[in-house]
């Protein structure tokens, strides 16, 4: 029903296991995680103080902001841990024949590296 527009970021090969990767889209800083083989698309800004998060630490489904190890949720966004309450935005996912897409209007939950049949 939704015209969900998703803009291809990277080839699959691109995403390490266990690391992520800034990127930028209209304006907004991206960064692209492969934890346990899904991609993860979440605002690569952490709500403290700005820092990128692309380069911090992934482990059980988070990741910690490398300056002062604020933990979000790669899934939700959700702040779990460290010097600020505030979440971060998540973004939907879709990897197809080794390109990575994701979707600036959709966050993650729900649609979140779902393999398209019709792509
Ligand atoms: S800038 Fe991320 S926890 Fe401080």
Redesign the pocket.
């Known amino acids: 029903m939704s015209e969900a527009t998703y803009h291809p970021l990277a080839r699959s090969e691109e995403l390490e296991e266990g690391k992520g990767r800034p990127f930028e889209l209209e304006g907004h800083r991206i960064a692209l995680v492969r934890h346990e083989g899904t991609v993860y698309a979440i605002d690569d800004l952490?709500?403290?103080?700005?820092?990128s998060?692309a380069f911090g630490p992934v482990e059980n489904g988070c990741i910690a902001?490398?300056?002062?190890?604020?933990e979000f949720r790669l899934s939700t966004g959700e702040a779990l841990s460290?010097?600020?309450p505030r979440g971060i935005r998540t973004y939907a996912v879709r990897e197809a024949e080794g390109e990575v897409s994701i979707c600036l209007d959709l966050p993650a939950s729900g649609d979140n590296a779902e393999t398209s049949p019709e792509v």
């Open positions: 952490c709500p403290h103080a700005d820092a998060l902001c490398p300056w002062h190890y604020a460290g010097p600020t």
